[in-house]
């Protein structure tokens, strides 16, 4: 564990998202619940702030319909400490905003500190210990940027121009975005900056993203921007999930001991989950979660969720929820 002296923080992961984009396969479960190899998406960033001394306590922010799934997960793990903090919501039209909800945690939990806050969806390269050094050095505001190499891709996201690591110019969202490096859902506030929630949605701004905040906040005081360039995924959409886990397996396929596979080829960047069974099948590219039975299948850049039955078929790109049973015929 690393050991640091006297600067103690808190952090907020914010897990609150109903994943719409990836239904049916979150349709009952918190998308940050989904598999990376042995572990999950939220629990790499646990792992990391249970590991900094600096992190004192971490608040996990989540919805009412989603709180009892984290309940039973944080009380499963080896982790000591997250906290839950519900959000009074429980369908996607009535979400605060992800500001908005900022600014409630902090009110509700009394939240006074130096504060960490993060996506629990992110999937990062970087240890989150390097971007609290970051944090500490600077004792400013400060983002995580990354080049998505795409300026199309950059539309969907928060445009920092930096000189140096000082963020001078900071777009929410573009329609004619001029570099390709963005800010990901991972941000450091000094405990003066959280106080500025609440004059920031006063004034009537958006509560949505907190990119329109970043922004709000660059036009006041110094903004810095810790880059990195390994890789990052937004894990939203069944396209990010499956990059996320080609990143994670780097070509090879992950199968669990309790899965059986016979007869069968996997391809590349396949992984098989606990008990699922693979007979007479053909995979590539794909994601079969626990207690799933594939028969005479060819599978390709697919997601099939638990305790699905799939016998003769031949998909591409598919989103298979649970308890689903297809045969090919009818």
């Known amino acids: ?97 992800v500001v908005g909800a900022l600014a409630q945690l902090v009110d509700r939990e009394n939240v006074e500190e130096d504060t960490v806050v993060i996506a629990g969806d992110n999937l990062i390269s970087f240890d989150v210990s390097e971007f609290v050094d970051f944090f500490e050095e600077k004792g400013s505001p400060v ?82 921007a810790f880059t990195f360039e390994e890789a990052w995924f937004d894990i939203g959409t069944p396209e990010s999930y499956l990059e996320a886990i080609a990143w994670y397996l780097g070509g090879d396929n992950h199968v669990a001991e309790t899965a059986t596979i016979e007869n069968s080829r996997l391809g590349t960047n396949v992984h098989v989950m606990p008990d699922a069974e693979v007979l007479d099948s053909d995979l590539d590219q794909s994601i079969v979660f626990p207690d799933a039975t594939l028969r005479d299948c060819d599978i390709r850049s697919s997601i099939i969720d638990r305790e699905t039955d799939l016998d003769g078929l031949n998909l591409q790109g598919a989103l298979i929820g649970a308890h689903t049973q297809i045969s090919n015929g009818g």
């Open 143 to 224: 983002l995580a940027a990354y080049d998505v190499g795409s300026r199309e891709k950059a539309k969907s996201y928060g445009l920092v121009d930096i000189d140096g690591d000082e963020v001078v110019d900071f777009q929410e969202k573009p329609d004619d975005p001029n570099s390709t490096l963005v800010s990901i859902a991972c941000y450091g506030f000094p405990a003066d900056a959280l106080d500025l929630l609440e004059e920031y949605l006063d004034s009537g701004n958006n509560p949505d993203e907190p990119g329109w905040f970043i922004q709000w906040l660059q036009d006041r005081r110094s903004v810095h």
């Open 1 to 97: 564990m690393a050991v640091y002296e006297c600067w103690c923080m808190k952090a907020i992961v914010l897990a609150g998202g109903y994943a719409t984009r990836l239904w049916p396969i979150t349709k009952n479960r918190p998308k940050m619940f989904l598999p990376i190899g042995d572990t999950t998406v939220i629990d790499r960033i646990f792992a990391d702030l249970e590991d900094d001394d600096r992190i004192s306590e971490v608040f996990v922010s989540t919805n009412e319909r989603f709180a009892e799934d984290f309940r039973e997960h944080l009380a499963e793990s080896p982790f000591e400490k997250p906290t839950l903090t519900i959000e009074e919501t429980v369908a996607e039209d009535e979400k605060f905003g």
